[in-house]
T-cell receptor, first 114, second 109 residues
Framework: KAGVTQTPRYLIKTRGQQVTLSCSPI?????VSWYQQTPGQGLQFLFE???????NKGNFPGRFSGRQFSNSRSEMNVSTLELGDSALYLC?????????????FGPGTRLTVL | QQPVQSPQAVILREGEDAVINCSSS?????VHWYRQKHGEAPVFLMI?????EQKGHEKISASFNEKKQQSSLYLTASQLSYSGTYFC??????????FGAGTTVTVRA
């Protein structure tokens, strides 16, 4: 099976711009979770989508949003970029079981905000 | 709330053993362990479900004490390939995975 794919792998943006990141899950997986990884904060949960609905949400401002399509592919959008948004954004896919669900991570998108 | 991992870093020689601990202040349904090498995605190692079971992955095993809300990852007879940052992810009644800050393991020849 092909793994989780994320595009683009690298992005450079300037403050105030917006960005959209894409994640294609493993075939058959219906849940996609997004995480922000920074050296100081580690892996921080952004949100989870299951069957096109946001099922869970972390503690991030409304500038961070996402959506999921009927084929389970997901996009994450960050508006009005700030310098502190520079990070590795990882998505993880899973079957979507309510608990004990194994997540498989994609390679990430490295976002740099100048 | 993030689980607390200890130690933050450990340096080993090939063949040595190490233990990484993960503790949470919340009642846990499951604990997930991942390893991430520099510049790569975290790779799933194992999941431990409520019930105190122990699992293994080659010479890496883990235990889960649900009463203490703690899990430990055991690296036995470490190999160079074990180098990386190990993260525990804990799942409680909010069904979200919360990750610890990670433990960096360096295995030297």
């Amino acid at each position: 099976k092909a793994g989780v794919t994320q595009t683009p792998r690298y992005l450079i943006k300037t403050r105030g711009q917006q960005v959209t990141l894409s994640c294609s899950p493993i075939s058959g997986h219906r849940s996609v979770s997004w995480y922000q990884q920074t050296p100081g904060q580690g892996l921080q949960f952004l949100f989870e989508y299951f069957s096109e609905t946001q099922r869970n949400k972390g503690n991030f401002p409304g500038r961070f949003s996402g959506r999921q399509f009927s084929n389970s592919r997901s996009e994450m959008n960050v508006s009005t970029l700030e310098l502190g948004d520079s990070a590795l954004y990882l998505c993880a896919s899973s079957l979507g079981q309510p608990s004990g669900d194994t997540q498989y991570f994609g390679p990430g998108t490295r976002l740099t905000v100048l | 709330q993030q689980p607390v991992q200890s130690p933050q870093a450990v340096i080993l020689r090939e063949g040595e053993d190490a233990v990484i601990n993960c503790s949470s202040s919340k009642a846990l349904y499951s604990v997930h362990w991942y390893r991430q090498k520099h510049g790569e995605a975290p790779v799933f190692l194992m999941i431990l479900l409520k019930g105190g079971e122990q699992k293994g992955h080659e010479k890496i095993s883990a235990s889960f004490n649900e009463k203490k809300q703690q899990s430990s990852l055991y690296l036995t007879a470490s190999q160079l390939s074990y180098s990386g940052t190990y993260f525990c992810g804990t799942e409680s009644n909010d069904y979200k995975l919360s990750f610890g800050a990670g433990t960096t393991v360096t295995v030297r020849a």
